[in-house]
């Protein structure tokens, strides 16, 4: 039913800064709390950031609190992820998840995933 499409990933280098986007279709994005989650070659998926559906609560990976900020703007369909003093650590496939449920860290709540995009830091 919901279909994810993320963009804006890149190069760039430590200490730049970088926006990633999530495109939802369907009219019920207003409903669904949103996540982003990230996986490195070789690693686990991990938990990066979610945002409840109404876009008042926001809960962040202690790797990236102070740094990332998530954000959505449902008349748009689109959550973003907005990233700033990249690390070299903070390479990674980024993935967009939607939960009918609530918003939360870890993979299982969430029912619908994108197909990634990818973020590389160069030192």
């Known amino acids: 039913q919901v279909q994810l499409v993320e963009s804006g990933g890149g190069l760039v280098q430590a200490g730049g800064s970088l926006r990633v986007s999530c495109a939802a279709s369907?009219?019920?994005?207003?409903?669904?709390?949103m996540g982003w989650f990230r996986q490195a070659p070789g690693k686990e998926r991990e938990f990066v950031a979610t945002i409840s559906w109404s876009g008042a609560s926001t809960s962040y990976a202690n790797s990236v609190k102070g740094r990332f900020t998530i954000s959505r703007d449902n008349a748009k369909n689109t959550v973003y992820l907005q990233m700033t003093s990249l690390k070299p650590e903070d390479t990674a496939v980024y993935y967009c998840?939607?939960?009918?449920?609530?918003?939360?860290?870890?993979?299982?709540?969430?029912?619908?995933w994108g197909q990634g995009t990818q973020v590389t830091v160069s030192s």
């Open positions: 369907g009219r019920a994005f207003s409903r669904y709390a």
């Open positions: 998840a939607a939960s009918e449920t609530t918003y939360g860290m870890t993979r299982a709540q969430y029912k619908y």
